[in-house]
């Protein structure tokens, strides 16, 4: 049930909400929860509104809670570039930049924030009818099913790490204790189906293969759980971790991924998010191509 007393939608002749609220709900966070998760299905269920007038008594003190323009209104793109409800911890935007050498083999980039803990990103998706979420590995609890995705034939023959419990654990414990690394499992209704690698850029070995920028994000990614394979399940997940890293750092422009160049059906569903291949390029291990969506067409595109 809704913490506010009135929210009544009109889409004619122009969208409008018009919210009823009473001193308490504005300094209840319950309020702005349940606000913001029922902008986001208005927005999810009417493809066509892409601008909502918000019409109340308390519009000057709204400004702290929601992303107004300046005539009272909500646009579809200014929405989703805030990071609450969905951005569960600090965001990086808040950490002041500093640059700093952390690799003699790659230049300067600033400094990164400590590795979040627990579930990073939690959104309810109205289309696909599933919630995401994204949290931070835990050895205890995904340990296995991570050894068991690793060793999957389909798996092993991109990533090429089919190893042992012991040597994939040790990977992991790498890349948990690397700031430049988030190493992730992605859940469908609290269920894991695959492992993210979320990554900063400019201090990878990528770095030197493009004109990279210093908050430019990496993903590497693969799907474990054969059920959630699929376009519907990919574009979800997709768009949810794209939208993750954005929100993450208004700093961040773009997002790469450097797949190899024989991942077709990767290639074929991806465009789909908003990705577009730029060029192809030898890594000393593989032909990759790099792939990368930028900030402004995916807030204007994919919303």
Known sequence: MSSYTTFFLNLEPEPSITLTLFECDIESQKTWVQLWQDIDQVFSHNDMVNTIKVVSDFSERLVKYLPLLNDNTISRQGFYQQAKPWHLHVTSSSFPLMDVQSM???GYHPLRPRMPTGTVYQRYDYNADVEISFRVFDLEKDMDSFTVWMNNPRVANFWEQAWS????TKFVKERLSDDHIIPLIGEFNGRPFGYIEAYWVSEDRLSSYYNVQPYDRGIHLLVGEQEFRGA?????????ISHYLFIDDVRT???VLEPRVDNEPLFNRIQEVGYHKCFEFNFPHKRSALLMLERNSFFMEQW
């Open 253 to 255: 422009q773009r997002i």
């Open 165 to 168: 419990k012991e040597k994939l």
């Open 232 to 240: 519907q399940y990919f574009n979800c997940w997709m768009k949810a």
């Open 104 to 106: 003699q083999q790659y």
